[in-house]
């Protein structure tokens, strides 16, 4: 079977783990450090704060914007559930912005509309969630200026996206959002295993989601209600979580981050070698918008013919070909089809759905592995 998507492990990030193993630090330590500091380094973001997973890094980022009860967390449909969970894990509600149908991104438009109405209502969300699709930026600048003029705090989802650009800055900049959370899971571009990270550029937000993701515990005596008892004191000052990542997992985290770059170019060579090969059957390719420079997390196409796409999906999956559907809108599961979502409320992400294919894409897929994809879809499609 030729996966979807797999990770790349080198010598390098063997040594650096077994490294850790042999030191003082197993779990959070300076390793730690040092990977929060070279991605929110590279990501051009003032703090970095490590966690054991991007749905970890989004639940302590909307705790660390005080979302919880009576408040609202909007997110696009078309995206993993943990983009809307982390709502609900604060005790908020959740409901959704539908998509671009070209970027598959939230789109700006049925944002600008749903603001309009939900401000008449005063039924305006506290959060809104954008989700980089595919790797592809969602356009930041006039989500984040939309969000601000309503006063609402924005988390962009890019656990997609390290690895890409928009505009010719970095994603995780957070020029136009408050945090940005990256996935280190194994099918995305660079892996620690299971790992997340949220970059900031408030100083006071990078503390508190420290804070969060080890039981809301301080050692500043700043901090604390009185005076430190002695020098083992420490105060819990609020509910928080154990979400650290271990210095294992950040050490593996760091090597990674030293091949980021050439791994997003190889996931574009192969893109445009999917393109070239694909032109001429009846399905839509990625469309890139020109100010993006996509980490092409996936290459999802689109069939012309929804009433084929099960049949395809099937005739691939039985040729070997790992392919996968990325993603069942979130609203259609059943969990939040008891909170009264029904089909027919977000319709470009139901049409997305009909006819989307992820197919395989990773840093170490050769062009025999991406020929044998082409050839098979072919076939199907004949
Ligand atoms: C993978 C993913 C997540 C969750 O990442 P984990 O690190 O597995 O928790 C969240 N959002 C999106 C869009 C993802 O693709």
Redesign the pocket.
Known sequence: MIPYGRQDISQEDIDAVNEVLRSDFLTQGPMVQRFEAAVASWAGAARGVAVN????A?HIACLALDLGPGDRLWTSPV??V??ANCGLYCGATVDFVDIDPRTYNMSVAALADKLADAEKTGTLPKVIIP?HMCGQSCDMAAIGALAASYGIRVIE?A??AIGGYWQGSPVGNCAHCDITVF???PV?IITTA???LATTNDPELASRMERLRSHGITREPDLMTHAPDGPWYYQQIELGLNYRMTDMQAALGLSQMARLEPFVVRRHALAERYDAALADLPLTTPWQHPDAYSAFHLYVIALDDAARHRAVFEGLRAAGIGVNLHYIPVHLQPYYRDMGFAPGDFPTSEAYYSRAISLPLFATMTEAQQDEVVTTLEGLLS
């Open positions: 997973s991007a749905t970890s989004l995206t993993f943990a983009s989700v989802d656990s997609h996935s280190f899971h995305k299971e790992g997340g």
